[in-house]
């Protein structure tokens, strides 16, 4: 069974998902217009005594204070192999630093920057799997699935 739940940041609202035990998806909504849509869309929030939410409800907290969270909370994202291996190597990039998809590229042994991109841009768990601190070659700040304005934002909350 999928449970959802949201919550309210300085950036928008996000979305959790869970299978009960385990984080499987966080993700920014869209437009306040669709925010209203997507939430009266969602199946009823009735787990917000899931421990799992819980935990990713303080880690976020903490994250938007500007503290570096310490604890990640315990996750499942559902992808191939090989965007598991990107998204493992994501974990080694620090609050507040950034690299680029070709130097991501290496840590994975892969020859094609872009088809790091390809895996980045697939994490269904945003910000606990840092994918916003990937950037494209020459500092440029690269794509984002929720926009550059949202990832540019990011960054600079890090830079605290």
Known sequence: MQYTATYSSPLGMIVLESDGEVLTGLRFMESSETQKQAIETLPADTTNTLPIFAEVRQWLDDYFAGKRPCNVPRLNPQGTAFQKRVWTALFTIWFGQTKTYGEIAQMVDCRSAQAV????????????????????????????????????????????
């Not at 910000?127 to 540019?152: D, F, N, Q, W």
Request: glycine share 12%.
């Open 117 to 160: 991109v390809h895996a980045v841009g697939a994490n269904p768990i945003a910000l606990i799997i840092p994918c916003h601190r990937v950037i494209a070659a020459h500092g440029k700040i690269g794509g984002y699935e929720y926009g550059t304005e949202i990832k540019k934002r990011l960054l600079e909350l890090e830079q605290l």
